[in-house]
């Protein structure tokens, strides 16, 4: 048994001219939620192509739960669902008929597909509009049918391609904890999308993807830490006390009307807590304290140069 969920080594795939992977190495641990952040058009989607055997790549290796995906395409197959950003859903059929349709294209159910439709529709929510054509769910209970649909034959890895693109933060709240809950059973993630607050909340892994290439790759955490801008603020019950803190603590700047200090730093246990022994020495306590870091949209600019934002619709 691996732990090694997803594994690719130079990745390269180019229409024409155009180099949408220019050597991507990747690497997802079992159990894990990996997102592939980047705007429109970055690549995305061919890399989730790519990986799950839509798509042959022009160059690199491949292996997906142990598998080869140019050799062993079939067990690859057999070890993934994919939920693409344009659903699968039938709009014509049922909520029910469109989960039918999946168990019975599914050959490798082992259980009672009655039982795994009903189940699906209770863990979605989906049991009242079960009845109704799929043309009149909104757009959140589409993604929702579409991921339920995914998860007919019990994927251990499952690919989500942009899960939230579109929906309301009510809609988008209700797939993270969807994502969540299979992520708390032991299933892979492999999640594409252009909102950086979704990596920082769902994902243990992040890499940017932009012009083809990686150009970042950490936890949430880390990568905040690579760029400037992470500080500590503190703040003073008196003008008297921000005083002597601020000659303790190197590099501060001071709001004397907030009463606060700020100081630069990686945010990191060992130099916050030298902060706090600083002040302790000196019998100060602050009345507050917290740790700022820049959060992902600060980050994707830092490493790449530009913003996600006009992308981000
Ligand atoms: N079959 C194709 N033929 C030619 N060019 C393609 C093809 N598929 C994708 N591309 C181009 O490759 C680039 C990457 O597209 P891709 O869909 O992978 O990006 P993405 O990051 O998923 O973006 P989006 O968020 O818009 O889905 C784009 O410039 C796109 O136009």
Do not use: C
Not at 96 to 106: A, F, I, R, T
Not at 162 to 188: A, N, Q
Not at 262 to 289: I, N, Q, W, Y
């Amino acid at each position: 048994m691996t732990n090694t969920a997803i594994a690719a080594t130079g990745l390269r795939k180019a229409f024409g001219d155009k180099i949408v992977l220019d050597g991507i190495d990747l690497e997802v641990g079992t159990g894990t939620v990996f997102s592939l952040l980047g705007p429109n058009g970055a690549g995305k989607t061919t890399a989730v192509n790519v990986l799950t055997t839509l798509m042959k790549a022009d160059g690199g290796t491949i292996r997906i739960a142990g598998h080869d995906v140019e050799s062993e395409a079939k067990s690859v197959r057999a070890a993934i669902g994919v939920t693409g950003q344009f659903a699968a859903v039938d709009e014509l059929l049922t909520g029910q008929e469109n989960l039918q349709l999946m168990v019975d294209l599914n050959r490798s159910i082992s259980g009672n597909g009655r039982q795994i439709i009903t189940e699906l529709l209770e863990r979605f929510d989906l049991v009242e509009s079960a009845q109704k054509p799929a043309s009149t769910y909104s757009g959140g209970m589409r993604r929702k049918l579409d991921l339920a649909m995914t998860l007919v034959g019990s994927p251990r890895i499952i690919f989500l391609d942009e899960p939230t693109t579109g929906l309301d933060p009510r809609s988008r709240r209700t797939m993270w904890s969807i994502i969540r809950d299979l992520v708390s059973g032991g299933v892979t993630v492999f999640l594409t999308t252009q909102y950086l607050e979704e990596a920082d909340q769902l994902a243990d892994h992040i890499a940017v993807l932009d012009q083809g290439r990686l150009v970042a790759q950490g936890t949430p955490d880390e990568l905040k830490r690579q760029i400037p801008g992470t500080h500590v603020r503190f703040r003073f019950a008196d003008v008297a006390e921000l005083d002597t803190a601020a000659r303790l603590l190197s590099g501060a700047t001071r709001d004397d009307a907030e009463l606060t200090l700020r100081v630069p730093s990686d945010g990191g246990t060992k130099s916050v807590r030298a902060m706090l022994d600083r002040l302790d020495e000196h019998e100060l306590d602050a009345e507050e304290f917290s740790v700022h870091t820049p959060d992902l949209d600060d980050v994707f600019l830092a490493l790449t140069g530009h913003s996600t934002e006009v992308d981000a619709k």
